[in-house]
């Protein structure tokens, strides 16, 4: 069946460091990707996706792009802040039914000053 | 902005007690998903359900699972006689309609720990 690894973590940097989170994922057809973030006491938030090969998601500064042929959704950030600091989830999706999600085990980030 | 809520935020139960975990959806929502992580394992999907039905269900959601939406606003998840393996963080999610990319938007978890 379809699964998604990703790198464990904790991944500990500093503030302005360069972030990569790496996510491969197993599936047949094309799936959708997902990014969801969660900071402490809340719930699952999502951050980003692409539906498509070749795409690129992007928001609050954190881009991934869809690489059919590495079957990879490598999460990025140029600079990173305190603030960045929480579990990082990726996850696929079929497009058919109501779309369960497949995730990863979650990356932790933890970004000092 | 609207959010997925639950509660309780954590609960502690003995083996073989009944336990329901309550999520209230975002209000203009018609799809409910339920979602479990075991500690340091992956965040697996449970059931999906849609007009006061199961659409689907996984491996994991036996004869000792059921959901429900009693009244229009909550929707729970009973586990019949919890075991030890029970133990895990589940999530409430819902969606306008995921059938047209609507994303899933999750509650921040309930906590279950099975003694």
């Known amino acids: 069946g379809d699964s998604v690894t990703q790198m464990e973590g904790p991944v500990t940097l500093s503030e302005e460091a360069f972030l990569t989170i790496n996510c491969t994922y197993t599936?047949?057809?094309?799936?959708?990707l997902f990014w969801y973030v969660q900071y402490p006491g809340e719930g699952l938030q999502l951050l980003l996706k692409?539906?498509?090969?070749?795409d690129k998601g992007s928001n609050k500064g954190f881009e991934a792009t869809y690489r059919k042929e590495t079957t990879s959704f490598h999460l990025e950030k140029g600079s990173v802040q305190v603030s960045d600091s929480a579990v990082y989830f990726c996850?696929?999706?079929?497009?058919?039914?109501?779309?369960?999600?497949?995730f990863g085990t979650g990356t932790r980030l933890l970004v000092s000053p | 902005e609207p959010e997925v809520t639950q509660t309780p935020s954590h609960q502690v139960t003995q083996m073989g007690q009944e336990v329901i975990l309550r999520c209230v959806p975002i209000?203009?929502?018609?799809?409910f998903y339920w979602y479990r992580q075991i500690l340091g394992q992956k965040v697996e999907f449970l059931v999906s359900?849609?007009?006061?039905?199961?659409?689907?269900k996984s491996e994991i959601f036996d004869d000792q699972f059921s959901v429900e939406r009693p009244d229009g606003s909550n929707f729970t998840l009973k586990i019949r006689s919890t075991k030890l393996e029970d133990s895990a963080m589940y999530f409430c999610?819902?969606?306008?309609?995921?059938?047209?990319?609507?994303?899933?938007?999750f509650g921040p978890g309930t906590r279950l720990t099975v003694t």
């Open positions: 999610a819902s969606s306008v309609d995921p059938r047209s990319s609507y994303e899933q938007y």
């Open positions: 599936a047949t057809g094309y799936p959708s």
């Open positions: 692409a539906t498509k090969a070749d």
């Open positions: 996850a696929l999706s079929q497009n058919t039914g109501f779309q369960k999600l497949v």
């Open positions: 209000s203009n929502h018609l799809y």
């Open positions: 359900f849609y007009n006061n039905e199961i659409s689907e």
